[in-house]
Nanobody, 125 residues
Framework: QVQLMESGGGSIQPGGSLRLSCTIS?????????MAWFRQAPGEERERVAG????????VYADSVKGRFTISQDRNKGTLYLQMNSLRPEDTAMYYC?????????????????WGQGTQVTVSS
């Protein structure tokens, strides 16, 4: 059973930066074909933020975060990152890490996903 553990969330003012981390229990990000970040704000549906094919390193982003967020990985540390710059109040949400061993589409896990417990990001002045 794969386990994911997120960290790095917090409260920050608009325009600030945070880096989220997600550690996979297998010890290698490539044990999953893809990994991704999702987020869910109160009263909203969970939405895709950024995804990565762990083998090739190809990345994909939601339009709302392009140019501000960067997804990356350290394969041997088994850690996925999300660098978030120029944060806005509308980025406030619970952020979740997800992975799938083999079921991926457009860089995002779509089936038999593993999920972390989430880390809260609050952007407010």
């Amino acid at each position: 059973q794969v386990q994911l553990m997120e960290s790095g969330g917090g409260s920050i003012q608009p325009g600030g930066s945070l880096r989220l981390s997600c550690t996979i229990s297998s010890g290698h990000t490539t044990s999953s074909d893809c990994m991704a970040w999702f987020r869910q704000a109160p009263g909203e549906e969970r939405e895709r933020v950024a995804g990565i094919y762990t083998g090739a390193g190809n990345t994909v982003y939601a339009d709302s975060v392009k140019g501000r967020f960067t997804i990356s990985q350290d394969r041997n540390k088994g850690t996925l990152y999300l660098q978030m710059n120029s944060l806005r109040p509308e980025d406030t949400a619970m952020y979740y890490c997800a992975a799938s061993k083999r079921w991926c589409r457009d860089g995002y896990p779509i089936r038999d996903n593993y999920w972390g417990q989430g880390t809260q990001v609050t952007v407010s002045s």
